[in-house]
């Protein structure tokens, strides 16, 4: 038995959280440089207020029934999604972290203790408490059953925020009520292929013969199937994967123009990457940066390109990767365009000791030593417990150039000096 935990609204929630004030006020989180709705709380949405939607398009409307905005404060976000996935799993045997908002549990066997809607409840109630989070539960017999009750909890509000498909004939009713297009996996280019064949609800798709399914689609539709009519096809991941590459990149809240500022972006993103990368605990041998103007602009003429390099051996220094991006920036750079994003990757990751250099292979400067990782260790410890406390110069000041978040709520939960006061 699984159930998926969902957290409603989440980022809108999140900014919610420590302004009791804005309890009814619609709310929308956006995107970066301020682009887009990537969030919006239900009384936004009651409103009319579409995902993905530019902000200029809906300035009017905004003021008209005083919609507010805010920056993505992804700090925030991350810290009370830890706090939310720490209360699960100090309640069930396991836990996958799905998302930042979502988390598939194991309930095996607890059915024979209590009844699985209780539990539900319990886990609504006690995150609710915890940490002001309102969360959805929806308990299945398969993965694909829990992400279609949890789409129930929050469709029907009379269902109280938990919906139990543990009873066949329960998951029945609900599939017949929903399109396919709400099966989990089931993309658009998908939902024409099946209502081509006739197959328009959830429903139906259970009731598909899976070997059809599988010679007309693929094995991962069949599983589907099976998913839906109860069979469990995939377990619960409680170690997540490990990442096959590491990107860092973002556009920038203004033009780049100056071949020095980027420079310190290159440099901001190569010491995120591999901060990352130590934190996967894995090493890196490849690195590739990129950059360009907007794809998007008649003002700005076209460019794009990138460079990569292969290092002797993995490593995670970013010492080191910092003096490989700047000889491949030197290659990147032409004077007169004005850039709009830039970024780093690494990728070929290896496990540290696992590798096998050459006999004639040259160790890098400031290679796999106990004072390099003394040296990491140490600024990655800093700067987890006090936010940037030591970064290198090459990264600059003033980052003129950084992500424009001009709405940007206080960091309540990993800033001292943000801190919510009582008055």
């Not at 190569?270 to 041998?285: D, M, N, P, T, V």
């Amino acid at each position: 038995m699984f159930a998926l935990v969902d957290c409603n609204n989440f980022y809108a929630s999140c900014e919610k959280l420590f302004r009791p004030d804005l309890a009814t006020t619609p709310v929308v989180v956006l995107s970066n440089n301020d682009g887009c709705v990537v969030a919006r709380s239900k009384e936004a949405k009651a409103l009319g207020v579409k995902m993905g939607v530019p902000v200029f398009q809906v300035r009017d409307l905004m003021r008209q029934h005083g919609i507010l905005a805010f920056s993505s404060n992804y700090a925030l976000y991350a810290d009370i999604s830890q706090r939310v996935m720490s209360t699960l799993e100090a309640m069930a045997p396991g836990v996958e972290v799905y998302s930042i908002d979502e988390a598939f549990i194991d309930l095996s066997g607890l059915q024979m203790l209590q009844s699985l809607s209780e539990f539900g409840r319990a886990i609504r109630q006690r995150i609710q408490k915890w940490q002001g989070i309102t969360v959805c539960v929806g308990i299945a017999p398969s993965k694909t059953l829990a992400k279609l009750a949890n789409h129930a909890a929050k469709t029907w509000p009379k269902t109280g925020g938990v919906v139990d498909l543990t009873c066949k004939s329960r998951q029945r009713k609900l599939l017949a009520l929903l399109p396919v297009n709400e099966v989990w996996g089931i993309g658009g280019k998908l939902t024409k292929r099946l209502q081509q064949l006739g197959i328009n609800t959830a429903l139906q798709l259970a009731d598909a013969a899976p070997a059809y399914i599988r010679q007309h689609f693929s094995v991962v539709v069949e599983r589907t199937v099976r998913e839906l009519n109860g069979e469990s096809c995939l377990e619960l991941e409680q170690i997540a994967a490990t990442k096959k590459q590491i990107i860092s990149s973002r556009s920038f809240g203004q033009r780049i123009t100056d071949k020095q500022q980027m420079r310190e972006a290159i440099s901001e993103y190569i010491s995120r990457a591999c901060s990352k990368l130590r934190q996967e605990q894995q090493q890196a041998k490849h690195l590739t940066v990129f950059l360009r103007t907007s794809p998007f602009s008649d003002k700005d003429a076209p460019y794009s390109a990138s460079k990569s390099v292969e290092l002797e051996a993995p490593a995670s220094d970013t010492r080191l990767f910092l003096a490989k991006a700047m000889q491949l920036l030197d290659g990147l750079w032409v004077n007169g365009y004005r850039y709009a994003k830039a970024g780093v990757m690494l990728a070929d990751f290896y496990d540290p000791g696992v590798y096998q250099p050459g006999l004639f292979d040259q160790p890098e400067a400031g290679g796999q030593t106990a004072a390099y990782q003394k040296l990491m260790q140490l600024m990655d410890k800093l700067n987890a417990k006090h936010s940037k406390t030591i970064w290198f110069a090459s990264q600059g000041g003033k980052q003129e150039w950084s992500m424009k978040r001009e709405m940007l709520s206080p960091a309540y939960t990993t800033n001292w000096r943000e801190l919510p006061v009582v008055r």
